[in-house]
């Protein structure tokens, strides 16, 4: 089955200061490479994702970058806010199995 | 769109006795699952159907834990009895299909066994 490691598990940054998350996989058969935010109390939500065919994926803040040789993926957040403070899971995947999610680095932004 | 809807919302039980979740998919999804996470951790999955078929129940501890999903669209979880260790929210998520890429979760149910 999937390993899945995540780096730092606890991250604290300055508003304004960027973040960034390493995921680590063991199964070269994933294709599949998404990250959720969750906030306390409430339930996990995608908030990027990325397939295999493409190396790098971005959103305004945030972006995705795919190393597939090396089996790593990495979350960054730029230009961090305050209501960027969340725990982030990453899960990686081949289709038509479930998500496998790591444990979770916790991103405390101080303004 | 109605997302995924979970009852109850929290529960309280004594070790040893029964409890069972329920949870309503997104109209049309066929793909459902039920994952558990226990507090600073990650979402574990506990059981994946495909329609009203299992797909993956390999970390369902199956001498206590049940799950079933009549007719393809509702599903109920089962924990009898429970144990101390079963403390956690029990998520329940939906997708399209096996294939489709993300999914979405239920608000959850937060099970507390004293």
């Known amino acids: 089955g999937e390993n899945v490691e995540q780096h730092p598990s606890t991250l604290s940054v300055q508003e304004g200061d960027s973040a960034v998350i390493k995921c680590t996989y063991s199964d070269s058969a994933s294709n599949y490479f998404p990250w959720y935010k969750q906030e306390l109390g409430k339930r996990p939500q995608l908030i990027i994702d990325i397939r295999s065919n493409v190396g790098e994926k971005k959103d305004q803040r945030i972006a995705v970058t795919l190393n597939k040789t090396a089996k790593h993926f990495s979350l960054h957040i730029t230009e961090t806010q305050p209501e960027d403070s969340a725990v982030y899971f990453c899960a990686p995947n081949r289709a038509g199995t479930a998500l496998i999610f790591g444990k979770g680095t916790t991103l405390s932004v101080s303004s | 769109e109605a997302g995924v809807a979970q009852s109850p919302r929290y529960k309280i039980i004594e070790k040893r006795q029964s409890v069972a979740f329920w949870c309503n998919p997104i109209?049309?999804?066929?793909?459902l699952y039920w994952y558990q996470q226990i507090l600073g951790q990650g979402p574990k999955l506990l059981i994946q159907f495909q329609n009203n078929g299992v797909v993956d129940d390999s970390q369902l501890p199956k001498d206590r834990f049940s799950a079933e999903r009549l007719k393809g669209v509702d599903s109920t979880l089962k924990i009898q009895p429970a144990k101390l260790e079963d403390s956690a929210v029990y998520l329940c998520?939906?997708?399209?299909?096996?294939?489709?890429?993300?999914?979405?979760f239920g608000s959850g149910t937060r099970l507390t066994v004293v």
């Open positions: 109209s049309g999804h066929a793909t």
């Open positions: 998520a939906s997708s399209l299909d096996p294939g489709a890429y993300g999914y979405t």
